[in-house]
């Protein structure tokens, strides 16, 4: 019997697992950008964002964040926990670039004085618009104690990152996570973290490792997101 899909998207599918607590998330060999405007196969995509988002996850989960991955089952297949989704975007900006460049008319390449977090209300027909704090709250998305852990554990998942990504000679510019609830109310980061949702830019080089290089019409898509994968799994012994 074919499983339950719970959500199809552009670049992966999630479907119901096989206890009550589980999902299966399923990455696919598509690529799409500008709300579908623009779309692309990239052989092999759904394997190298597995193989990344499943080394990313895992190593959070050792560093003792609450992640909703579990395991990889396959080359394109992760089980994950199941949780209630918050349905806001959570920007983490090291590096001045994309949207908040062209917002505020800043160039590219620029190093803030301070982390820059955004919060964006995840709604496709509003065009996912940027939102603040109070926002949040008023929407009745989160409390601002949850706010609190939010902003806490965002920021400890950037230094784990940054960190890690520069081992394998990458420079970390900006990432989007998002968070669910799991059954006792906790927050748990439930999302995927590859170079679809960062941008990640050649530390020596400032090349374009990521999606930017497909909505940029940059080439070597497929070919930056393998380096990307090969970088980690050097770093990471995998
Ligand atoms: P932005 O500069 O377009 O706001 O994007 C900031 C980072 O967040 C970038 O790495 C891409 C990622 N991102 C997503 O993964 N999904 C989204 O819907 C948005 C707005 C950004």
Redesign the pocket.
């Known amino acids: 019997m074919e499983s339950q899909i719970l959500y199809n998207g552009s670049s992966k599918v999630v479907y119901k697992g096989e206890g009550d607590e589980d999902i299966v998330i399923r990455f696919k060999d598509y690529i799409a950008a500008f709300y579908n405007i623009k779309g692309a196969r990239i052989e092999n995509k759904a394997k190298m964002n597995c193989s990344i988002s499943s080394m990313v996850l895992g190593y959070l989960n050792e560093c003792g964040i609450a992640t909703h991955f579990v395991k990889r089952l396959s080359d394109s297949d992760q089980q994950c926990r199941l949780v209630k989704h918050i349905p806001i ?1 959570v ?1 983490v ?1 090291n590096v001045i ?4 460049a062209k917002r505020l008319g800043i160039e590219e390449g620029i190093v803030p004085a301070n982390t820059v977090f ?1 919060l ?1 209300l995840r709604d496709t027909e509003l065009g ?1 618009p940027l939102i603040n704090d109070h926002h949040a709250v008023a929407l009745g998305l989160v409390s601002y104690e949850e706010l609190d852990v939010i902003y806490e554990v965002s920021t400890r998942v950037n230094t784990l990152l940054m960190e890690l990504y520069a081992k394998a000679g990458i420079r970390l ?4 996570i998002e968070f669910g609830r799991a059954a006792d109310g906790s927050l748990v980061l439930a999302d995927e973290l590859t170079p ?4 990640l830019w050649d530390a020596t080089t400032g090349e374009r490792m ?2 930017d290089r497909f909505r940029r019409d940059l080439g070597r898509v497929g070919e930056v997101y393998q380096e990307v994968a090969d970088r980690l799994a050097n770093v990471l012994n995998k």
């Open positions: 975007e920007i900006r670039a994309g949207s908040m955004d964006c996912d510019v900006d990432f989007k679809d949702t960062c941008r990521d999606k």
